[in-house]
């Protein structure tokens, strides 16, 4: 299981970006997938997260300013950036879990995109 993220790149403060990441190989199920962040000499933090369900939650930081949402094949997941601010300014990784799979459940992570915000 391979999670593909595409998508980052460089954007004026006030611009957007789409972000994509597909979950490949042969999958059964995904449960909640989201994506992270992690700034020059941060921690990683979360960004969104949404659930099988298409529950969804944020951190206070992007609230009104990015939705997460899921494609119809529920293994892909998309985070819709926008009014982008040079704070926001990361690399940007998928994550999904309880990926179930032929040989068993596993969470796995994407190889991160960067996304830079210019002011």
């Known amino acids: 299981v391979q999670l593909v993220e595409s998508g980052g790149g460089l954007v004026q403060a006030g611009g957007s970006l789409r972000l994509s990441c597909v979950a490949s190989?042969?999958?059964?199920?995904?449960?909640?997938m989201g994506w992270y962040r992690q700034a020059p000499g941060k921690q990683r933090e979360l960004v969104a997260r949404?659930?099988?369900?298409?529950?969804?939650n944020y951190a206070d930081s992007v609230k009104g300013r990015f939705t997460i949402s899921r494609g119809n094949a529920k293994n892909t997941v998309y985070l819709q950036m926008n009014s982008l601010e040079p704070g926001d300014t990361a690399v940007y990784y998928c994550?999904?879990?309880?990926?179930?799979?032929?040989?068993?459940?596993?969470?796995?992570w994407g190889q991160g995109t960067l996304v830079t915000v210019s002011s």
């Open positions: 994550n999904a879990q309880r990926i179930v799979t032929y040989t068993g459940t596993l969470d796995a």
């Open positions: 190989g042969v999958i059964f199920s995904v449960d909640a």
């Open positions: 949404i659930s099988s369900a298409g529950n969804t």
